[in-house]
Nanobody
């Protein structure tokens, strides 16, 4: 079965950068898209990036557009999230997810559309 393991979280000052990675194993051909979600204290889980498996088209909500970049290394089965110009409000646990539906650019993106999740990696911006 598919497993996702995130890494790269940490603490950074405002305006700094972090690069998250998600290692995927046991890949399934039924996966249509992968996404990065985050969940801050007392907040709902929200999607911050989505990338389609075929074609590689990417989508972002307005809150991170221009600051976050999602990419996928198909050879290594890794998903990345480059986060620049970080703000304190970006503080959250970040999760990668895989699911059977394509992203269409509509946000908020429902977490229920994704059935495979990693354990998360903490990002703290001060």
């Amino acid at each position: 079965h598919v497993q996702l393991v995130e890494s790269g979280g940490g603490s950074v000052q405002a305006e700094g950068s972090l690069r998250l990675s998600c290692a995927a194993s046991g890949w399934r051909s039924s996966t249509a898209s992968m996404a990065w979600f985050r969940q801050g204290p007392g907040k709902e889980r929200e999607a911050v990036a989505c990338i389609n498996e075929h074609g590689g088209r990417t989508f972002y909500p307005d809150s991170v557009s221009g600051r976050f970049t999602v990419s996928k290394d198909n050879d290594k089965n890794r998903l990345h999230l480059q986060m620049d110009s970080l703000k304190p409000e970006d503080t959250a646990m970040y999760y990668c997810a895989a699911g059977p539906f394509y992203c269409t650019g509509t946000f908020p993106l429902s977490a229920s559309s994704y059935n495979i999740w990693g354990q998360g990696t903490q990002v703290t911006v001060s």
